[in-house]
C-alpha cells in the first residue's frame, strides 16, 4: 500500500504530465503516460476515497486548460472576477464528474487486479467521457492533435477509438509498476506491451498517412482567408481592404472566408452593411463565405423552426449567428444558422426561469439556434460544411453534414476574447480532429488566430497557421477528397461495442489475484 505522502506525489506527477502533453505543452507524447500514476495513486483505495483523488486530480487538470476561460468571460460578459471564479471552478468539478466515478468504479470492481483489468479501465473511461454532456468535450487525446500518425485511428472508430489506446496504454504501464514487486518478467511484458502498442500504432498512421497520399480521386479548390484582428469598436475598413490587397496578390483565388468577429455587423438586417460587400465583391468578382453577426428570426427563408423555438424561449427580439455564402455576383445563395451556442457568450442558460441571471451577464448575447445542417453547394464537385465557432469540436454536429454530401469543413470563428492565451490552441486541437474523423479538409479561419489549414489525414499546413492576435491574409490550396472514411459511414460502432465491454466488466465478479503487495 502507498502512503498518503507517495499517493500525493503520484497525483502531483499526474497533473504535470498532463499539462506537459496538453495542446499547448511542449511534449505531447507525455499523454500515453500522463494518466498512468493517478491510477496509481488510487490503487488499495476504497470506491469512496479513489472517487475523491480521481475528482480532485481530474479537475486540477481541467482547471489548467481552460483558465482562459475566466478572463473571456470577464472581457465579454462584463462579470466580476470573484463570481466568474468560482463558476469557472464549478465547472471544472462538473466536468470531472464522469472521472470520479470511474475511480469509483476502478477500485470497487478491483480492475487493476484483474487479468482483463486494461479492458476494463479503458472501456469505462471512454463509455463515461463518450455519454456524459459536457460544453467542453475536450479530453486526454486532444494531446495528440501534432501527432497526424496516431490520428490515422479516427477514420475508424472516431474520437472512442484513439482515446481508448491512449487509457490502454496508460493503464499498461499502470501494471506495470503494479507487477515490478512481484517478477521482474512480467514488469517487463507490461513495459514492452505499453511500448510497442505506441510504435506501431505510429506506424499504422504513417502507412495510412502515405496510402492517402498517393490517391488521384481529389479535387483542388484555392483558398483565401483573412484574420482582421477586429475588436467591437472596429471598423470594417481593415477588413475590406486586407481582402482586396490578398485577391490582387492572388487574383487566381476560387473562395474567399471571412472569419467570426465582434464588430457590430449584419448582412441582412443592415442596409449600409450590406451595400459595402456587395459592391466589394462585384469588384474583386470572387465568391464569399462569411459570418453575419445576426440575423433576425424570419430573416432568412425556411426558418420557421427555429422561429417558432426563439418565441418559445421568450426573447425580445431572438437572432441567429448566421453563415452566408455570396457568388462572385454578390448574389445570396445559401445561409446557415449556428445549432451549438456558447452558454453566457451567445445565450444564458435557463435565462427564461431565471431572468436575474441577465444582471450578472450583462454583455451575453441572446442568439438562438438554427435547426438545420445545410451544406453550402460550391460546385458539382465540392460542398462546404459551414461550423460557426466551436460547432467543429462536436462529432455528432458534423454527421449530418458529411451525410448530406459535405466534403470541405470551414470553420469560422473568432477567438480574440481569448487574448494571447492558449484557449484557441485548444479550439483549435479539439476541432481539427473532424477532419480526420470524416477524411476531409479542415480550414479555420480566426478573427485573431490561430487560423490554418489541415489536410485529410490531420497533417497541418505549417504556411498557413497563423500566431494569436495578428493580423494575417493567407492562401492556400486544398485538396478536397471524394471519399469519405470508414467512421464517416458507420458512425460510432465501436463506442457501442465499447458499451458491451463496460456492461461485461460490471457484471464479472470484482475478485481477483494482486499485482502488488
Request: charged fraction near 15%.
Given at each position: 500500500?502507498?502512503?498518503k505522502?507517495?499517493?500525493?506525489?503520484?497525483?502531483?506527477?499526474?497533473?504535470?504530465?498532463?499539462?506537459?502533453?496538453?495542446?499547448?505543452?511542449?511534449?505531447?507524447?507525455?499523454?500515453?503516460?500522463?494518466?498512468?500514476?493517478?491510477?496509481?495513486?488510487?490503487?488499495?483505495?476504497?470506491?469512496?476515497?479513489?472517487?475523491?483523488?480521481?475528482?480532485?486530480?481530474?479537475?486540477?487538470c481541467?482547471?489548467?486548460?481552460?483558465?482562459?476561460?475566466?478572463?473571456?468571460?470577464?472581457?465579454?460578459?462584463?462579470?466580476?472576477?470573484?463570481?466568474?471564479?468560482f463558476?469557472?471552478?464549478?465547472?471544472?468539478?462538473?466536468?470531472?464528474?464522469?472521472?470520479?466515478?470511474?475511480?469509483?468504479?476502478?477500485?470497487?470492481?478491483?480492475?487493476?487486479?484483474?487479468p482483463?483489468?486494461?479492458?476494463?479501465?479503458?472501456?469505462?473511461?471512454?463509455?463515461?467521457i463518450?455519454?456524459?454532456?459536457?460544453?467542453?468535450?475536450?479530453?486526454?487525446?486532444?494531446?495528440?492533435?501534432?501527432?497526424?500518425?496516431?490520428?490515422?485511428?479516427?477514420?475508424?472508430?472516431?474520437?472512442?477509438?484513439?482515446?481508448?489506446?491512449?487509457?490502454?496504454?496508460?493503464?499498461?504501464?499502470?501494471?506495470?509498476?503494479?507487477?515490478?514487486?512481484?517478477?521482474?518478467?512480467?514488469?517487463?511484458?507490461?513495459?514492452?506491451?505499453?511500448?510497442?502498442?505506441?510504435?506501431?500504432?505510429?506506424?499504422?498512421?504513417a502507412?495510412q498517412?502515405?496510402?492517402?497520399?498517393?490517391?488521384?480521386?481529389?479535387?483542388?479548390?484555392?483558398?483565401?482567408?483573412?484574420?482582421?484582428?477586429?475588436?467591437?469598436?472596429?471598423?470594417?475598413?481593415?477588413?475590406?481592404?486586407?481582402?482586396?490587397?490578398?485577391?490582387?496578390?492572388?487574383?487566381?483565388?476560387?473562395?474567399?472566408?471571412?472569419?467570426?468577429?465582434?464588430?457590430?455587423?449584419?448582412?441582412?438586417?443592415?442596409?449600409?452593411?450590406?451595400?459595402?460587400?456587395?459592391?466589394?465583391?462585384?469588384?474583386?468578382?470572387?465568391?464569399?463565405?462569411?459570418?453575419?453577426?445576426?440575423?433576425?428570426?424570419?430573416?432568412?427563408?425556411?426558418?420557421?423552426?427555429?422561429?417558432?423555438?426563439?418565441?418559445?424561449?421568450?426573447?425580445?427580439?431572438?437572432?441567429?449567428?448566421?453563415?452566408?455564402?455570396?457568388?462572385?455576383?454578390?448574389?445570396?445563395?445559401?445561409?446557415?444558422?449556428?445549432?451549438?451556442?456558447?452558454?453566457?457568450?451567445?445565450?444564458?442558460?435557463?435565462?427564461?426561469?431565471?431572468?436575474?441571471?441577465?444582471?450578472?451577464?450583462?454583455?451575453?448575447?441572446?442568439?438562438?439556434?438554427?435547426?438545420?445542417?445545410k451544406?453550402?453547394?460550391?460546385?458539382?464537385?465540392?460542398?462546404?460544411?459551414?461550423l460557426?465557432?466551436?460547432?467543429?469540436?462536436?462529432?455528432d454536429?458534423?454527421?449530418?453534414?458529411?451525410?448530406?454530401?459535405?466534403n470541405?469543413?470551414?470553420?469560422?470563428?473568432?477567438?480574440?476574447?481569448?487574448?494571447?492565451?492558449?484557449g484557441?490552441k485548444?479550439?483549435?486541437?479539439?476541432?481539427?480532429?473532424?477532419a480526420?474523423?470524416?477524411?476531409?479538409?479542415?480550414?479555420?479561419?480566426?478573427?485573431?488566430?490561430?487560423?490554418?489549414?489541415?489536410?485529410?489525414?490531420?497533417?497541418?499546413?505549417?504556411?498557413?497557421?497563423?500566431?494569436?492576435?495578428?493580423?494575417?491574409?493567407?492562401?492556400?490550396?486544398?485538396?478536397?477528397?471524394?471519399?469519405?472514411?470508414?467512421?464517416?459511414?458507420?458512425?460510432?460502432?465501436?463506442?457501442?461495442?465499447?458499451?458491451?465491454?463496460?456492461?461485461?466488466?460490471?457484471?464479472l465478479?470484482?475478485?481477483?489475484?494482486?499485482?502488488?503487495?
Amino acid at each position: 500500500m502507498y502512503s498518503k505522502v507517495r499517493r500525493g506525489l503520484l497525483v502531483l506527477a499526474s497533473i504535470i504530465l498532463f499539462y506537459l502533453s496538453m495542446p499547448s505543452g511542449p511534449f505531447p507524447w507525455l499523454v500515453w503516460l500522463a494518466f498512468s500514476s493517478v491510477l496509481l495513486a488510487i490503487y488499495g483505495l476504497t470506491p469512496l476515497q479513489a472517487a475523491g483523488l480521481f475528482l480532485f486530480t481530474s479537475s486540477t487538470c481541467i482547471l489548467l486548460v481552460m483558465w482562459w476561460l475566466m478572463p473571456a468571460a470577464i472581457n465579454f460578459t462584463g462579470l466580476h472576477a470573484l463570481p466568474a471564479f468560482f463558476i469557472l471552478l464549478l465547472l471544472a468539478l462538473i466536468i470531472a464528474l464522469p472521472y470520479a466515478v470511474l475511480g469509483c468504479l476502478v477500485a470497487y470492481k478491483n480492475w487493476l487486479d484483474r487479468p482483463l483489468g486494461i479492458v476494463w479501465v479503458s472501456a469505462a473511461f471512454v463509455v463515461l467521457i463518450s455519454f456524459y454532456p459536457s460544453s467542453l468535450p475536450g479530453n486526454y487525446a486532444h494531446s495528440l492533435y501534432t501527432e497526424p500518425e496516431f490520428l490515422q485511428l479516427l477514420a475508424i472508430g472516431g474520437l472512442p477509438l484513439l482515446l481508448f489506446f491512449v487509457v490502454a496504454v496508460n493503464s499498461t504501464f499502470t501494471y506495470c509498476f503494479l507487477a515490478r514487486r512481484t517478477g521482474k518478467k512480467q514488469c517487463l511484458l507490461f513495459g514492452a506491451g505499453g511500448i510497442c502498442t505506441v510504435g506501431l500504432l505510429w506506424l499504422f498512421g504513417a502507412w495510412q498517412i502515405n496510402q492517402s497520399a498517393s490517391q488521384t480521386s481529389a479535387e483542388q479548390l484555392k483558398i483565401g482567408f483573412i484574420q482582421p484582428k477586429l475588436i467591437r469598436e472596429d471598423s470594417l475598413e481593415r477588413l475590406y481592404r486586407m481582402t482586396q490587397e490578398l485577391v490582387e496578390d492572388n487574383p487566381d483565388i476560387d473562395l474567399l472566408l471571412w472569419p467570426e468577429f465582434p464588430t457590430e455587423f449584419s448582412y441582412l438586417e443592415d442596409p449600409y452593411d450590406k451595400r459595402n460587400v456587395d459592391r466589394l465583391i462585384r469588384r474583386l468578382d470572387k465568391p464569399l463565405l462569411f459570418v453575419s453577426g445576426y440575423t433576425y428570426a424570419g430573416a432568412v427563408e425556411g426558418e420557421n423552426e427555429s422561429k417558432k423555438l426563439a418565441e418559445s424561449a421568450q426573447l425580445p427580439r431572438p437572432y441567429f449567428n448566421t453563415a452566408h455564402f455570396l457568388n462572385d455576383k454578390a448574389q445570396l445563395l445559401a445561409s446557415y444558422d449556428k445549432q451549438v451556442l456558447v452558454p453566457f457568450f451567445e445565450y444564458i442558460p435557463y435565462e427564461a426561469t431565471f431572468p436575474f441571471l441577465r444582471a450578472l451577464f450583462p454583455g451575453t448575447y441572446q442568439y438562438v439556434p438554427g435547426s438545420t445542417s445545410k451544406t453550402i453547394r460550391f460546385n458539382e464537385r465540392i460542398n462546404l460544411v459551414p461550423l460557426i465557432c466551436y460547432e467543429t469540436v462536436f462529432p455528432d454536429l458534423v454527421h449530418p453534414f458529411v451525410e448530406s454530401g459535405g466534403n470541405i469543413m470551414i470553420n469560422l470563428t473568432n477567438d480574440i476574447w481569448l487574448g494571447e492565451t492558449d484557449g484557441s490552441k485548444y479550439h483549435f486541437a479539439m476541432g481539427m480532429f473532424r477532419a480526420v474523423e470524416h477524411g476531409m479538409p479542415w480550414v479555420r479561419a480566426t478573427n485573431s488566430g490561430v487560423s490554418g489549414v489541415v489536410s485529410a489525414t490531420g497533417v497541418m499546413d505549417p504556411e498557413t497557421l497563423t500566431p494569436v492576435m495578428s493580423q494575417a491574409s493567407k492562401v492556400a490550396t486544398v485538396t478536397v477528397p471524394q471519399q469519405r472514411t470508414f467512421y464517416s459511414h458507420s458512425g460510432d460502432i465501436f463506442l457501442y461495442l465499447l458499451c458491451v465491454v463496460f456492461l461485461i466488466g460490471l457484471i464479472l465478479p470484482s475478485r481477483g489475484v494482486r499485482l502488488s503487495s
